[in-house]
């Protein structure tokens, strides 16, 4: 079966400093990766995707993520944070099989950006 | 341009009380998906529906059954509601086929309690 991982449930971070949301999957067939991003009483929304081509593919406000096949990852990654940055993150990913395809997510990862 | 609509948007029932969790989006979307989220889990698939007529059960379908009621409407019933229900729920919608390229687009979820 599929699966996501996201090590860390929890990321405090300073506002304008760097940060990374680790994920990693486990598929020995081809995927589709995303990352998704839950604002406090909101649906989720989509940040970013790789379905194929450039493993470094690049999202909405300044997020991109890197797909590493060999690793199995897909890590969130921003240079400078902002406070409207907190929220909460979520990786899927969709893995291609001919018996049809469906969409699994990880159990998120709560970033809290400070002043 | 509403894109996907959940009613009701809060919800308290009792143990053994049924209830339904209306969905409608205005995408013209093929697939529809009920997800519930619970802390700490991520989002978990319940049903999903490739196309209009039909329905599939996701990765946690006990207590639930869904309606595809025509293109643009998928309904969520718990007829017997229990405490273990308390949750989340979301409904989202895809382009294509049960999500092949993954973007979904989700509501701003219901959340229901059961005493």
């Known amino acids: 079966a599929q699966s996501v991982t996201q090590l860390d449930s929890q990321v405090p971070v300073f506002e304008e400093a760097p940060v990374e949301l680790r994920c990693n999957y486990s598929?020995?067939?081809?995927?589709?990766l995303f990352w998704y991003v839950q604002y406090p009483n909101q649906g989720l929304q989509l940040l970013l995707k790789y379905l194929s081509g450039s493993t470094l593919v690049k999202g909405i406000n300044g997020f991109e993520a890197e797909f590493n096949k060999s690793q199995t990852s897909f890590h969130l990654r921003k240079p400078s944070v902002h406070i409207s940055d907190t929220a909460e993150y979520f990786c899927?990913?969709?893995?291609?099989?001919?018996?049809?395809?469906?969409?699994?997510f990880g159990t998120g990862t709560q970033l809290k950006v400070e002043l | 341009n509403a894109g996907v609509t959940q009613t009701p948007k809060f919800q308290v029932l009792k143990t053994g009380q049924s209830m339904t969790l209306q969905c409608a989006q205005d995408m013209n979307h093929n697939s529809m998906y009920w997800y519930r989220q619970d802390p700490g889990m991520g989002l978990r698939l319940i049903y999903y529906s490739a196309s209009e007529g039909t329905t599939d059960k996701g990765e946690v379908p006990n207590g639930y059954n869904v309606s595809r009621l025509n293109k643009r409407e998928f309904s969520l019933r718990l007829e017997s509601a229990a405490p273990s229900q308390t949750s989340v729920y979301f409904c989202a919608s895809s382009r294509l086929d049960r999500g092949l390229n993954g973007e979904l687009f989700f509501g701003e979820g219901s959340r229901l309690t059961v005493l």
């Open positions: 899927a990913v969709n893995i291609l099989t001919g018996g049809g395809n469906k969409l699994t």
């Open positions: 598929s020995s067939v081809s995927v589709y």
